[in-house]
């Protein structure tokens, strides 16, 4: 059973950081092999990408908002990938999820609206 389980979430004020991570269960055979990407979904909106990255070049593609203020990156040994968050702001604020490919490109993977395995969600909320 592939889990992919996010942390790192809270309530932070609008200028602050926040980084996320999303740790992989060993079951997911080789993490080498999968594009990772984070997703967010806000109130009555839908679900839009935020950032990719590619499992072998290391890759990466971002939303527009988030350029310049987000990073992800990848530990493959430690079978983790995060999301730093810097400058966020009040609309940063949703639910962000960990989505994971296998054998997908990093633009393809960034395009989709489905994914093979998703993680539950952690909740980003940017408020003062």
């Known amino acids: 059973q592939v889990q992919l389980v996010e942390s790192g979430g809270g309530l932070v004020q609008p200028g602050g950081s926040l980084r996320l991570s999303c740790a992989v269960s060993e079951y997911m055979w080789d993490l080498d092999y999968y594009s990772m990407g984070w997703f967010r979904q806000a109130p009555g909106k839908e679900r839009e990408a935020v950032a990719c990255?590619?499992?072998?070049?290391?890759?990466?593609i971002y939303e527009d908002s988030a350029k310049g203020r987000f990073t992800i990156s990848r530990d493959n040994a430690k079978n983790t990938v995060h999301l730093q968050m810097n400058s966020l702001k009040p609309e940063d604020t949703a639910v962000y999820y960990c989505?994971?490919?296998?054998?997908?490109?990093?633009?393809?993977?960034?395009?989709?609206?489905?994914?093979?395995?998703w993680g539950q969600g952690t909740q980003v909320t940017v408020s003062s």
């Open positions: 989505a994971a490919d296998p054998f997908t490109d990093v633009q393809a993977m960034f395009e989709m609206t489905s994914h093979r395995y």
């Open positions: 990255i590619s499992n072998n070049d290391g890759r990466t």
